[in-house]
């Protein structure tokens, strides 16, 4: 199994490979907390006027997402693992839509059919299903860009460093990542009340033993898919 770690620029270049489509801080954190109680549907969307089009035809579906870290007006939950940790969202559809994760998603469907979520708490789900499906090659979308260390780039180190006898210690993760800039800004400088919070719970390593998967429905929406292992 080779692992490839890619950022928007050259995604395009994984062809019907699997992605792992990374956000750590918080889409893809948040998707996992909410999903553990078992939605009926899980739909993500590019924008906000579509999530708000799909409110409109079914009242009862919940809104959550954000916009450059902050909550969008007339959403039901932020894009926050601490608002949607203890929901009972059973029996209720889920729209979901951020700055990054959810366009990342949507992106990497256009290069291929096998797209699933990262992030740090359901790490060991992620390791379990890549055994399983034993892919040749894997590409470790960081939607938060190569730049530097950020929390996708050390996700992406974490998967591959496991796969190559080079295992990362987590708690070196998490001191790292309280002194870069994004912690900083979730630590520091908050953008909402749950930023301290949701900042940990998105680092609390594999507490989910399910993935998440990606698809193109009928309806001609992105749904996620809850795989348990």
């Known amino acids: ?16 490979e699997l992605i792992i489509v990374i956000d750590v801080l918080r889409a893809f954190s948040a998707a996992c907390y909410a999903m ?7 739909i993500i969307v590019p924008d906000i006027d579509t999530a708000y ?12 997402g954000e916009r450059d870290g902050f909550n969008i007006p007339g959403f039901d939950y932020g894009n926050s693992p601490t608002e ?33 979520t990262g992030s740090f708490v359901n790490a060991q789900a ?18 938060n860009g190569l730049v530097d260390d950020n929390e996708d780039v050390m996700f992406a180190k974490y998967i591959k460093g496991y796969f190559e006898n080079k295992q990362l210690d987590m708690n070196k993760i ?26 940990f719970l998105s680092l609390e390593l594999s507490k989910f ?18 795989i348990d292992l």
Do not use: C, W
């Open 1 to 16: 199994m080779k692992l490839l770690i890619a950022d928007d620029l050259n995604i395009e270049k994984a062809k019907e």
């Open 126 to 143: 992620i390791v379990n299903f890549l055994k399983k499906e034993n892919p040749n090659v894997v590409y470790l979308f960081s939607t």
């Open 84 to 116: 949607t940790k203890d929901v009972d969202f059973s029996n209720k559809t889920i729209v979901h839509t951020t700055t990054l994760g959810t366009r990342g998603v949507i992106k990497a469907l256009k290069f291929t059919k096998e797209v699933i």
């Open 174 to 199: 998490r001191e790292n990542l309280t002194k870069h800039q994004s912690g900083i800004t979730y630590l520091l400088n908050p953008r909402t009340r749950y930023s301290k919070n949701d900042f």
């Open 209 to 226: 033993n399910f993935v998440l998967k990606a698809y193109l429905s009928k309806d001609k929406l992105i749904h996620l898919k809850r």
């Open 53 to 64: 089009k799909l409110k409109r035809e079914n009242s009862d579906f919940i809104l959550m």
């Open 36 to 42: 553990k109680s078992n939605p009926r549907d899980y």
